[in-house]
Nanobody, 124 residues
Framework: QVQLVESGGDLVQPGGTLRLSCAAS????????IAWFRQAPGKEREAVSC????????YYADSAKGRFTMSRDNVKNMVYLQMNSLKPEDTAVYYC?????????????????WGQGTQVTVSS
């Protein structure tokens, strides 16, 4: 069955960096749209970035552009989110999501499979 397991969340100071990992199993990354979402307390879950299953391009939310980089390793079946220049407003639980849709989406309900999340806290 499809499983996603995130790791790498931590407490980091403003301006710091973190790399989140998502271990995928039970499916082939190449044929799925993969995304990172985040949810801060009291806020809706929002998209951070995604990799399209059709053109394999990576797309970023405005909040992530220029600071975050999403990548995947099809051999290891891993997905990564490199986060630089972190800000307190990046504090949230970060989730990896996957779906066999054609293309990509920044809409959370479009994704059928989710990890359990990993906490990122940016604070001095």
């Amino acid at each position: 069955q499809v499983q996603l397991v995130e790791s790498g969340g931590d407490l980091v100071q403003p301006g710091g960096t973190l790399r989140l990992s998502c271990a995928a199993s039970g499916f082939t990354l190449d044929y799925y749209s993969i995304a990172w979402f985040r949810q801060a307390p009291g806020k809706e879950r929002e998209a951070v970035s995604c990799i399209s299953s059709s053109d394999h391009n990576t797309y970023y939310a405005d909040s992530a552009k220029g600071r975050f980089t999403m990548s995947r390793d099809n051999v290891k079946n891993m997905v990564y989110l490199q986060m630089n220049s972190l800000k307190p407003e990046d504090t949230a639980v970060y989730y990896c999501a996957a779906d066999p849709m054609f293309g990509s989406s920044f809409y959370a309900p479009d994704y059928d499979y989710w990890g359990q999340g990993t906490q990122v806290t940016v604070s001095s």
